[in-house]
């Protein structure tokens, strides 16, 4: 079946430090691939996406790159900021499912310290 | 409404109790989901609504479990009888159009039910 794996947080870093978070996946196909972000005490939020093979989704400083081969989908940011602290998952939507319903991993914890 | 709210925020539940969640997604959305999202785990897909029709209820856990959006906006999440293992964040995403993942959902802040 499909599934998601993410590293394990929390990660813990410094601001202005560069951030990876790993995600990969096995789907079969061509899935659409996303990173949410849960804020505390708020809703998920789609941070960026990519639906296609090597398609790089980038929104706020961050970036993840579409990789079929590898069948991955890392998170990167170049320098952090203690706001950036939150939980961040890596999801996918099968093309072959016409409702749209997303599959996640299990999120991981950044926590970024002035 | 401006975004996707959800009720109650906390909920406290003595195992066999009946509970009921509710969802208000954006206006005019077509498009509602059911997540549920045990503590440090990925939010996981319960049920699917497109207008008023519950178009898929594969997610849900047991027969317990029940939803429902009557006239196509506002959704209510039913647990009968509950259980310890039901103790999780519920939440409820809306979305414009019936295949618009593409843009995203928009999720609630989420119910948090603890069964005891």
């Known amino acids: 079946g499909n599934s998601v794996t993410q590293m394990e947080g929390p990660v813990t870093l410094s601001e202005e430090a560069f951030l990876t978070i790993n995600c990969t996946y096995t789907?079969?196909?061509?899935?659409?691939l996303f990173w949410y972000v849960q804020y505390p005490g708020e809703g998920l939020q789609l941070l960026l996406k990519?639906?296609?093979?090597?398609d790089k989704g980038s929104n706020k400083g961050f970036e993840a790159t579409y990789r079929k081969e590898t069948t991955s989908f890392h998170l990167e940011k170049g320098s952090v900021q203690v706001s950036d602290s939150a939980v961040y998952f890596c999801?996918?939507?099968?093309?072959?499912?016409?409702?749209?319903?997303?599959?996640f991993g299990a999120g991981t914890q950044v926590v970024v310290t002035p | 409404g401006a975004g996707v709210s959800q009720s109650p925020r906390y909920k406290v539940a003595k195992r066999g109790q009946d509970v009921a969640l509710r969802c208000d997604p954006i206006?005019?959305?077509?498009?509602l989901f059911w997540y549920q999202q045990a503590l440090g785990q990925g939010p996981e897909f319960l049920t699917y609504?497109?207008?008023?029709?519950?178009?898929?209820k594969s997610g849900l856990p047991s027969d317990r479990f029940f939803a429902e959006r009557p006239e196509g906006s506002v959704s209510t999440l039913k647990i009968q009888r509950t259980q310890q293992e039901d103790s999780a964040v519920y939440l409820c995403?809306?979305?414009?159009?019936?295949?618009?993942?593409?843009?995203?959902?928009?999720f609630g802040s989420g119910t948090r039910l603890t069964v005891v």
């Open positions: 995403a809306s979305s414009l159009g019936e295949d618009r993942v593409y843009y995203g959902y928009t």
């Open positions: 789907a079969t196909g061509y899935p659409s």
């Open positions: 990519a639906t296609k093979a090597d």
């Open positions: 999801a996918l939507r099968k093309t072959t499912d016409s409702w749209g319903k997303l599959q």
């Open positions: 206006s005019g959305h077509v498009s």
């Open positions: 609504f497109q207008n008023e029709a519950q178009l898929d």
